[in-house]
T-cell receptor, first 113, second 115 residues
Framework: EAQVTQNPRYLITVTGKKLTVTCSQN?????MSWYRQDPGLGLRQIYY???????DKGDVPEGYKVSRKEKRNFPLILESPSPNQTSLYFC????????????FGQGTRLTVV | AQTVTQSQPEMSVQEAETVTLSCTYD???????LFWYKQPPSRQMILVIR??????QNATENRFSVNFQKAAKSFSLKISDSQLGDAAMYFC????????????FGQGTTLQVKP
């Protein structure tokens, strides 16, 4: 079954404690992105990757890191989480821009206290 | 910069009735795609319908159809014969830059379906 798998689905952490949210896709997609969803703002892109070892900033990259060492995996790293990073996070993948749908993970609800 | 605007934070509809969700967008892309995503309480993002901008014919998927007005940059979603399972948040989105696979989302519209 084609899918994007995110883990964990829920996470509560304390300010400053490094964390990683994993994302894996089994569709051999080139494009992968991370988004955060906040009330009244929709989803905003944090980082994206167009292929292995190719990553770049989206609209709200501050406080986040990513890596793309393998095509299927695209982890999101918060080196020193802060309360303003409390949000709902989505990983998404697609094979080419535009002419196909993006597949989304199940979402990760992150709370930083 | 590409933008997507949903001006209706909340909508409600009676079961079996029809409802239309509004979306306007702005893009400098000559070729682009427009989407409606549904997000039920499970938080899963589900593609409802897709429109290719170069196609004049409005997309339809069963009870879901769009009214795509390219000149007006409008892309509304019509849900016919509304069902309780249609209750969700709906996001309008477009692919922005041609090189990043980036989706630009609207703010979302929460749809309530009344029995």
């Amino acid at each position: 079954e084609a899918q994007v798998t995110q883990n964990p689905r829920y996470l509560i952490t304390v300010t400053g404690k490094k964390l990683t949210v994993t994302c894996s896709q089994n569709m051999n997609h080139e494009y992968m992105s991370w988004y955060r969803q906040d009330p009244g703002l929709g989803l905003r892109q944090i980082y994206y990757s167009m292929n292995v070892e190719v990553t770049d900033k989206g609209d709200v990259p501050e406080g986040y890191k990513v890596s793309r060492k393998e095509k299927r995996n695209f982890p999101l790293i918060l080196e020193s989480p802060s309360p303003n990073q409390t949000s709902l996070y989505f990983c998404a993948s697609s094979d080419r821009q535009g002419n196909t749908e993006a597949f989304f993970g199940q979402g990760t609800r992150l709370t930083v206290v | 910069a590409q933008t997507v605007t949903q001006s209706q934070p909340e909508m409600s509809v009676q079961e079996a009735e029809t409802v239309t969700l509004s979306c306007t967008y702005d893009t400098s892309e000559s070729d682009y795609y427009l989407f409606w995503y549904k997000q039920p309480p499970s938080r899963q993002m589900i593609l409802v319908i897709r429109q290719e901008a170069y196609k004049q014919q409005n997309a339809t998927e069963n009870r879901f159809s769009v009214n795509f007005q390219k000149a007006a940059k409008s892309f509304s979603l019509k849900i016919s014969d509304s069902q309780l399972g249609d209750a969700a948040m709906y996001f309008c989105a477009t692919f922005g830059s041609s090189n990043t696979g980036k989706l630009i989302f609207g703010q979302g519209t929460t749809l309530q379906v009344k029995p």
